[in-house]
């Protein structure tokens, strides 16, 4: 990331449209002093912030393509530099050759100064665009990282979400919390360097008020974020039980859709096979996997051990019973093993929910706690999707929601950690205010790393180089 940083003040350039054919695609320049390198490529330079039509012209002056030129002058553009975008025919070929003809003209001499028109022009990282955004103050972290989470939505609420963040929502929540937090500190830190003074700055500015007001408000904005990066990351959810269960048909059945293949012949998935559906717009993982018992045969065992590394790592596991044969004895016998290495396997943490599939086959069956239902019929999937919500913690609706993500889920953890903390020393007051104080400052620290005010460079590193390049 030092190395990026120390490289954003060179103009770049990018193809910003996705690979492939289309009907328009988009060549994007950012820098300083673009307007040499515009003439050149465009024969004039357009007025600023309106679409110009006309040739985009190679080094003899023949146009390349006819297309719309739009320049937008510093500070007055995304980046906060001069933007050039050329929009095309959208031909991969066309786009590379107007990709090439940027950088070679950027090398040419400026008739006046007899100076490369762009020095060092470069194409650009993925996601360095959006990157000088942010270093540019034209969007903070949050809203920077909204970008990449609305074109990677993979739902409706979660693009609504991340369109909110994007807005800058979710930003003035964390303004609104630091502001309070930086107002508290200020009460605490002109306590600590006034002692002699008789009257107590806290009690007469009701500290304690302020401190429990804004751990409230903390609460509300971290079950948003919580319910913002369940819409973002959505939940792994694995579906387990004995060969012929039914965990295919369940899978198809959530799925609306034949994507395994189906058959009464034991053992018949080998592999694991996945579907991302949605639920009221929160996106769950869905992977059938081989049925669990013990088997002779190499390539089913294979199956059966990425099963069970898949139920190590999900986040809620669907544990298929067969209502036909619960009679069985060799049935039951297989059922306790698979219980028991279950509890042994799974963190607490990780929600078991019994499914107890082909009531319509067993109708009078008795079963202990769990979901009744038929994946051949459907009977019972409402029932299902209802818990599948509940145990991934699905509460608010998406309108209210912006998007967040885990890191920002873990800052705000820490923030009401510290807060925490700082409850217990403001009641202890003088005795424990330096220490009231320290809290206070890691919680606004933690605060400042969601919108980028206080955060490492490594950490922009992995966020902007997991865009797209040309964004």
Known sequence: MMNRLARHDEPIVAIATAPGRGAVGIVR?????????????????????????????????????HGLAIF?????????????ELQAHGGPVVLQLLLARCLAAAQEPDPDTGRPLLAGLRV???????????????????????????????????????????????????QALLDALVHLRMLVEATLDFPEEEIDFLQKADAQGKLERLTAQLAVVMRRAQQGALLREGIKVVIAGQPNAGKSSLLNALAGAELAIVT???????????????????????????????????????GIARAWGHIETADAVLLLHDLTRLDAPAYQA???????????????????????NKCDAAPDAVVPDGVRLSARNGEGL??????????????????????????????????????????????????????LAEELRLAQNALSEITGVFTSDDLLGVIFSSFCIGK
């Not at 937008?72 to 050039?84: K, Q, Y």
């Not at 939505?153 to 929540?173: H, I, K, N, P, V």
């Open 29 to 65: 320049v950012s820098g300083k002093g673009l307007a040499g390198l515009t003439g050149r490529l465009c024969g004039r330079l357009p007025k600023a912030r309106e679409a110009s039509y006309g040739p985009f012209l190679d080094a003899a002056g023949e146009a390349i393509d």
């Open 382 to 435: 409402d029932a299902l999707r209802r818990q599948l919500l509940q145990v991934a913690g699905w509460q608010a609706a998406p309108e209210g929601v912006f998007i967040a993500r885990e890191r920002h889920v873990q800052a705000l953890r820490r923030v009401q950690d510290h807060l925490a903390h700082a409850t217990g020393h403001l009641a202890a007051q003088a005795q424990m205010l330096d220490i």
């Open 72 to 84: 937008f002058p510093a500070p007055h553009s995304f980046t906060g530099e001069d933007v050039l």
């Open 264 to 302: 009464p012949v034991a053992g018949t998935t080998r592999d694991v096979v996945q579907q991302t559906i949605q639920i009221e717009g929160v996106p769950l993982h869905v992977l059938d996997t081989a049925g669990l018992r013990v088997s002779d045969d190499e390539v089913e065992r294979i």
């Open 124 to 174: 650009a990282a993925p996601g360095e665009f959006t990157e000088r955004a942010f270093l540019n103050d034209k969007i903070d972290l949050a809203q920077a990282e909204a970008i990449a989470d609305l074109i990677d939505a993979s739902t409706e609420a979660a693009a609504r979400s991340a369109s909110r963040s994007l807005s800058g929502e979710f930003s003035r929540e964390i």
């Open 334 to 356: 297989e059922e306790d093993r698979i219980t028991r290495e279950l509890n042994r396997k799974l963190p607490k943490t990780v929600p078991v929910i019994d499914v107890w």
